[in-house]
């Protein structure tokens, strides 16, 4: 090494962390590859090349590509009201992975799950995608209502969920949860407000019949700080009760993804009394 590449003493002691060496091997190879011959769009014969020239392995290059193929079909997260969204938050929910498996077979998987473990039945069922929503047969609200295994039917409280299956290549595929959640933050929202804004209305009476305040005052004042804590409230339990979706459909990706069948509830009497009532219809 020469005078003008070597480094100055100090520097050639300190100690990287993980995401300082990040930092200078994403640097060092754009340097590397900083050519002005190169053409604007490359095709995966020339990025393994010179992914070669940097020092990547091809199969890390190859699943490099996989996974930002991935995120350029993941589909478009649906458009929320923007008054509801500035208040309580989003109302939908989305979780995409790459999972082994073509994607025919990773599609029976979840429908067998959400039949079965969520007590779903299927609005649309096209090549790629299918739209649930709970089922509303007198068996399957028996089961949810109960709930006798303490399952949770996390995503059966939700107005539809989505499933998106798309093929990368032989043996992976790109799945893609939605949820709509925004019949439940209409609930949050509704059930907070009224009960904090009827909460307001007897603190004015109280204060009307206790301090004489005048009604024309006491009544707006408190009105509105009722809904307005309603509100903030409603904004706070719905958070939670999003990333509690959120927490449950990343667990459903970690079982594909780790190539693990997914869980499906245990046949008890609420089953037993569904599939008699189904035939009885």
Avoid: C
Avoid at 133 to 153: I, M, N, T
Avoid at 242 to 249: A, I, N, Q, T
């Amino acid at each position: 090494m020469n005078d003008e590449t070597r480094l100055p003493e100090r520097a050639t002691g300190d100690l990287l962390s993980s995401e300082q060496l990040e930092r200078v091997i994403q640097r060092a190879a754009e340097l590397q590859t900083a050519r002005e011959d190169l053409p604007d769009r490359l095709g995966d014969e020339e990025v393994l090349r010179i992914g070669e020239e940097v020092g990547l392995e091809p199969q890390h290059v190859n699943r490099a590509l996989l996974e930002l193929r991935a995120e350029q079909l993941v589909p478009s997260a649906h458009e929320d009201r923007a008054l509801p969204l500035r208040l309580w938050g989003t109302g939908h929910v989305q979780a995409s992975r790459v999972v082994p498996g073509d994607a025919s077979k990773v599609q029976d998987q979840m429908d067998r799950y959400l039949r079965s473990a969520e007590s779903l039945r299927p609005m649309r069922d096209l090549p790629g995608l299918s739209i649930w929503e709970p089922a509303s047969d007198l068996g399957s609200q028996l089961k949810r209502s109960l709930d006798f295994g303490g399952h949770g039917y996390e995503l059966a409280k939700a107005r539809r969920v989505e499933v998106a299956i798309q093929q990368l290549e032989p043996g992976r595929s790109l799945v893609t949860l939605a949820t709509d959640l925004t019949n439940e933050r209409a609930e949050h929202a509704t059930g907070w407000i009224i009960g904090l804004g009827l909460a307001g209305v007897g603190a004015t009476v109280a204060l009307v019949l206790a301090a004489g305040f005048p009604l024309v005052l006491a009544a707006p004042v408190a009105v509105t700080a009722g809904i307005a804590g309603g509100s903030a409230a409603a904004a706070r339990t719905f958070r939670g009760r999003r990333e509690r979706v959120e927490l449950v459909m990343q667990g459903l990706l970690d079982r594909l993804e780790r190539g693990r069948s997914l869980p499906a509830t245990r046949s008890s009497i609420i089953d037993r009394i569904s599939g008699f009532l189904d035939s009885m219809e």
